[in-house]
Nanobody, 125 residues
Framework: QVQLVESGGGSVQSGGSLRLSCEAS????????MGWFRQAPGKERERIAT???????RYTDSVKGRFTISKDNAKNTLYLDMNSLKPEDTAMYYC???????????????????WGQGTQVTVSS
């Protein structure tokens, strides 16, 4: 059974940094499209970044240059390094996995079959 468990969320001041982790069990990251998503209260879930099995990454414009997605296949762990955090980054952050990475960043959110429970990130001004 595939399980994703996020950690690393918390409260920081504007300009601060956090590192989110997503540990997977039940499959190997190396063959999946992985992504980080976030959802703020009253808003739709938003795709932030994805990473394919070949290591290629893609980001939504609002986080480019500030966030970095990476993975450690040996540890089966996905990361999201977040720098220069802004109050508008406040949200629940989720990691997700999609079995096929032929299409990754542009894949519909419903095709990500596996989701973590989420970790809260709060950025104060």
């Amino acid at each position: 059974q595939v399980q994703l468990v996020e950690s690393g969320g918390g409260s920081v001041q504007s300009g601060g940094s956090l590192r989110l982790s997503c540990e997977a069990s039940g499959y190997t990251y190396s063959s999946y499209c992985m992504g980080w998503f976030r959802q703020a209260p009253g808003k739709e879930r938003e795709r932030i970044a994805t990473i394919r099995s070949d290591g290629s990454t893609r980001y939504t414009d609002s986080v480019k240059g500030r966030f970095t997605i990476s993975k450690d296949n040996a540890k089966n762990t996905l990361y999201l390094d977040m720098n220069s955090l802004k109050p508008e980054d406040t949200a629940m952050y989720y990691c997700a996995a999609r079995r096929s990475d032929g299409v990754c960043y542009l894949a519909h959110i419903s095709t990500f079959a596996y989701w973590g429970q989420g970790t809260q990130v709060t950025v104060s001004s």
